[in-house]
């Protein structure tokens, strides 16, 4: 496993460029130009972090400055990047690159401004990507999107690339998007109508959001439709076969938090509606089955996804980290109830943060919804839903028996409903019927070709959990693969009634890189 190698043989880092978000009309993206970064390089002095709900002071440097700090990459400028570029011949690939494409379209540099195309950034990004590979070596780069910026990744990745014949797993190595509306914009208010109007006219280039728009981007020549997307067609879907990218190299981080979003004085929260970050709605910010995160974020602003202590590790685990770890609850067997609904609310936090790296819970709305009682037909019997998974990374602040340690907490909650209204005669408002944080320790084995794995519930610690060291018996790992770690966490007995008897917690543990 990459967690087991030579440290003293460091790993080669592959470029990163960064896509930004919509600019909306000419004078937001004559606004964008101005700025040598896009916006990258703006950081925060306000977090919400703070005891009893207060905002607390805590900097938080920026993306751009914080993986010059932590990761040793650097901003090569010479008069600007692409001056930069064109001046040298080879450049080393630990470097950050700005993909510029509104410059195109603004009137500050004089001269005509050509109208914004979303599949002409794709290729304009294309072009980049080629011209960084050539010159540092690089195999691929990553990519790193916000908002629309993601959708110019999906282009390229979807389109621009299986349209000239190339693979794009040979350029793009991962994709991070934050806040992307992979399955467009749409509106809890006018019945369809806003979004209608929006297509038909296209203001401000705003159609790109809608399903026609999207089908055209998203889509590669041999299989595009004349008439249009087919039923059933889902934008937010990402191919997984052939030509196209491989959907576990993609993560999306996804905003809960539409209150600190204030654009249009909070027009846009209130139309988007109060399951989203602001701007986009939380089903429709993400690929299925790729890597993805829930924090209480908004779009953009002060407290937005990209200048968030939250976005960065998320970031920083999935481009760095050396093994995935991920958790599933399987084998529940939920009592079979007419008059009750299941949720399941889970938070993640990594030793030595000081945020939360996942948190899905039903203040936010977006607890998970448990299905019922049954069995879906897989080996473990019963019902298995996932949980989470997260990207560990060996080198970054292990304990003193060189673990890397993770908590999840797990939160089990019913809720009584008559003539499909929920019913509050029993209810105790945020008291869950199961309780408990696992406490993960994943420990490189030097003797063994996979970690060594211990978990213990929080309820069964004595003492401050910074004081816990496991006892020293692993995990059982149950998968005979080589190279792969899976293991299985009994519940507490108090769960029993609620989950089955034979309800458990699956960890698994893969590398990574």
Known sequence: MPILEDRMAPTPKTPIVYVRGYAGDTAGIDKVVTDPFYGFNQGSTHIRIGPDDAPCFYEFESPLLRLHLDEGYRILVEGGQALYLAGHDSIPPDTIWIHRFYDASATTWGGRPEAFRLETAAEDLLRLIDTIRAKSGAERVHLVAHSMGGLVCRCLIQKILPDLGRDPADCVGKLFTYGTPHGGIAFDVGLGVLERLRDLTGINGADIFGRERMYEYLTPKARTDPDGP???????????EGEFHPRDRVFCLIGTDPTDYDVAHGLSAATVGPRSDGLVQIDNAYVPDTCQAYVHRSHSGCYGLVNSEEGYQNLRRFLFGDCRAQAALVGVRLPQRDDTVWQAEVRLSVRGLQIV???RTSAHWCPLQLPDGGTDGGTDGGVTVPLVQTFLCSGLSPDDMGSMRYALHLRILSLRRRAGLLRFADHLEQTADFDDILV?????????PVPAVSATWNSAITGPISAY??????????DPAPGSWTGHVPLPATAAPILGEDARIRLTVTPWG
């Open 469 to 478: 060291r496991p006892d020293g018996h692993a995990l059982h790992d149950d």
């Open 230 to 240: 087919p039923p059933g067609w889902d934008a937010r879907a990402m191919p997984d």
């Open 357 to 359: 790296t996942h948190e």
């Open 440 to 448: 993960i320790d994943v420990r490189p084995d030097p003797a063994a």
